[in-house]
């Protein structure tokens, strides 16, 4: 998309990609529509009561619009306080990484034609979530909730069966990676894609040599025997791929929210 063009050109291409924050922003700011009665997320949602998929979808379109936003207002400048764009190798990715991610959670759960999957889906979220909040308030070391662990995970395989799942229910991993190649295949046609497009997202912002040494621009400054000293500065037509991708991903998340909900 960026070959050829130049620095001025490609943040020009990159301001309006995140126009698409104008569209989105006042969707976000207020309650999501109501579920469409016979709609998909009605039948979905009535199977899964009070563990909804039309409520965790939107969840987390939310925040893959929070984090744009957030990129959007670091690479524009804030008029109130420092005009000017802010060009960074490690956050603008962390940014990213969360907007690909939740993006690819909504795109996940919401993908998929079988209902019985989207309700799997669901319901592995809700087990992980379980099993996550029982492993922070430990470390914390406060009270548990007022449901005890196993009557809570009693009341999501008693709605696994009501739904049809097979075996023992929600068992698997609803792991970022899944999604993000579950959305990668769906978006792109190619799971490989959207788990390297996350993963560079993901290295960058954990600081891991090889991601921020593929995503900046790099000039030696100083060289002694075999080490030498290289100064990174932000790739626009880098930093611009990825947020096309989270563009494309978000706008895919709320066209499978609509239809669901249709």
Excluded at 198 to 207: K, N, P, Q, T, V
Aim: glycine share 6%; aromatic share 4%.
């Amino acid at each position: 998309m960026s070959d050829g063009q130049t620095e001025q050109e490609n943040l020009e291409t990159l301001r309006r990609l995140l126009e698409a924050l104008d569209r989105w922003l006042p969707l976000t700011q207020q309650p999501p529509a109501p579920v469409g009665s016979g709609s998909q997320f009605a039948s979905d949602d009535t199977l899964l009561n009070p563990v909804q998929i039309s409520h965790a979808a939107w969840s987390a379109i939310l925040l893959a619009v929070d984090h744009l936003h957030n990129l959007r207002r670091s690479v524009e400048g804030c008029p109130s306080c420092q005009p000017g764009a802010t060009f960074l190798n490690g956050s603008n990715y962390s940014l990213l990484r969360g907007a690909l991610e939740n993006a690819s959670k909504a795109v996940w759960l919401l993908a998929p034609e079988d209902q019985k999957t989207r309700i799997l889906r669901r319901l592995q979220l809700e087990v992980k979530h379980i099993q996550d909040q029982e492993k922070f308030q430990t470390l914390v070391k406060i009270p548990p909730p007022s449901r005890e662990k196993a009557e809570r995970l009693a009341e999501i395989k008693r709605l696994a069966a009501a739904a049809g799942l097979p075996g023992d229910g929600p068992i698997g991993n609803p792991s970022p990676t899944r999604m993000v190649r579950a959305a990668g295949e769906v978006i792109f046609g190619d799971a490989d894609l959207g788990q390297i497009l996350w993963s560079l997202c993901s290295g960058a912002a954990h600081g891991d040599p090889w991601a921020t040494l593929s995503l900046a621009e790099k000039t030696e400054v100083a060289r002694k025997a075999n080490v030498a000293t290289i100064h990174l500065s932000p790739s626009i037509p880098n930093l611009l791929a990825l947020t096309a991708a989270a563009v494309e991903v978000i706008q895919r998340a709320f066209i499978l929210y609509a239809k669901r909900n249709n």
